[in-house]
């Protein structure tokens, strides 16, 4: 039987003495965009970035598209996450140094791709979410919400099964940042991507399928 795309079974985790995750159970089908709201230090960072590889619980399990996660080495879990996995940030992290189209082309090139081929490819995600105008501008020559779009554009770039967004509209205003959230969301649902995403705004959350509420480092609701 197939499970769930993404899974979280009881994790924990803790910087030093600060408790983040405490018996955290998350999943999210493929396809499927699951909000996590909880107020600040709830937990939905750290539960992002568990479920993404990128950091590793100290107790508990993460499951892939059936392949457990959390204990692969540093390497594969890069390696996952260059092919099956897209982050986007509250702040774009775009690379200053280039320009919109190079950054969206970068995680092709990491691959392995041709720079040609790469920026062929980079074009039309440019195009869907609504920044092609600015392919040739470098981040700090953009507005926070276009520079976001092309963050998004860098993160669907690879065709991921999954993307992980942690405040993805954080930094916007409410108008721009529920734009950005409609492209994210749209595009993930004509792809067939999963979107797991953390917010604290309850409003935006509810454009997701569903929503999960942390407190304390532990779900405590869902519809
Ligand atoms: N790098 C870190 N070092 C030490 N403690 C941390 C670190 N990151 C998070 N914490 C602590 O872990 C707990 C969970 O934080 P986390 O960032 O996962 O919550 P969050 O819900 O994402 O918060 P926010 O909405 O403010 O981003 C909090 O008590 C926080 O202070």
Redesign the pocket.
């Known amino acids: 039987m197939t499970g769930p795309l993404v899974q979280a079974r009881d994790l924990y985790m803790a910087?030093?003495q600060?408790a983040?995750l405490a018996g955290t159970s998350v999943e999210c089908a493929a396809g499927e965009t699951l909000g996590i709201v909880?107020a600040?230090?709830?937990?939905?960072?750290?539960l992002l970035l568990c479920v993404a590889g990128i950091l590793k619980p100290d107790q508990g399990e993460v499951w892939f598209n059936n392949r457990r996660i959390d204990q692969l080495g540093e390497r594969e879990r890069s390696r996952l996450r260059l092919t099956d996995l897209g982050v986007v940030f509250q702040f774009g992290n775009l690379v200053a140094e280039l320009t919109a189209l190079e950054n969206v082309a970068l995680p092709l090139l990491l691959q392995g791709f041709g720079k040609r081929q790469a920026e062929k490819a980079a074009g039309p995600w440019l195009e869907r979410l609504g920044v092609a105008h600015r392919a040739g501008s470098a981040p700090n020559q953009m507005s926070g919400g276009e520079a976001q779009r092309v963050a998004l554009a860098r993160a669907f770039v690879t065709e991921p099964k999954a993307i992980f967004a942690d405040e993805p509209t954080g930094a916007l205003d409410a108008q721009t940042g529920a734009r950005v959230l409609d492209a994210l969301l749209g595009v993930a649902r004509e792809n067939g991507t999963a979107v797991l995403m953390?917010t604290?705004d309850l409003q935006l959350a509810r454009s997701a399928d569903r929503v999960v509420s942390?407190s304390d480092g532990a779900l405590v609701g869902s519809r």
């Open positions: 910087y030093g600060t983040a909880g600040s230090g709830s937990g939905k960072s750290s953390a604290h942390m």
